[in-house]
């Protein structure tokens, strides 16, 4: 049995970059939201049952969904600013409009985060964090100076 190659690695991470990344973006964004909106602005409520909704369902549910749209769309088929548009617009359609609209219906039953009182707000922020995470992901991993930085923190 041989050893095993670079190659491999290399061809793993590039499938695995943009999934981990989704993840981060995803759940770094919505602890900023859950802090912001949910205890600063909006404390009223239930601490656990808004840290669940935003770190878990929102979080992770949707960094999961988004990271794998970008392997099963983009990874291997666009490259270059393409993929960053690409990657922008799937964060935008997919987080900053689908899971804004289910968060903006469900938030104006529950009232946790202040999309009853506030939506325009409450959607515009999620659209512009959207659309930065998806700029900044689509950066890190189909430019090479965003690909550059990834070696060397180790992702």
């Known amino acids: 049995m041989s050893a095993p190659t670079a190659r491999p690695l290399i061809r793993s991470r590039r499938y695995l970059r943009p999934l ?37 369902f929102c979080g992770l549910g949707m960094g999961g969904a988004w990271g794998s749209l970008i ?19 799937l964060a935008v359609a997919l987080l900053g409009v689908g899971c804004d609209a289910l968060c903006l219906t469900l938030d104006r039953q529950f009232g946790y985060f202040g999309a009853g009182e506030h939506g ?25 100076g965003g690909r550059r930085w990834l070696d060397r923190i180790g992702w």
């Open 20 to 56: 981990k990344l989704a993840l981060a973006l995803s759940v770094g964004g919505e602890l900023f939201l859950f802090v912001v909106w949910g205890l600063l602005l909006f404390p009223a409520g239930n601490v656990w049952l808004k840290l669940l909704w935003t770190l878990a």
């Open 120 to 144: 325009l707000a409450f959607v515009g922020v999620s659209l512009v964090l959207s659309l930065l995470g998806g700029l900044l992901l689509g950066w890190l991993c189909f430019r090479p």
């Open 71 to 89: 392997v099963l769309v983009v990874v291997d088929r666009l490259e270059g600013w393409t993929a960053v548009a690409a990657t922008t617009g």
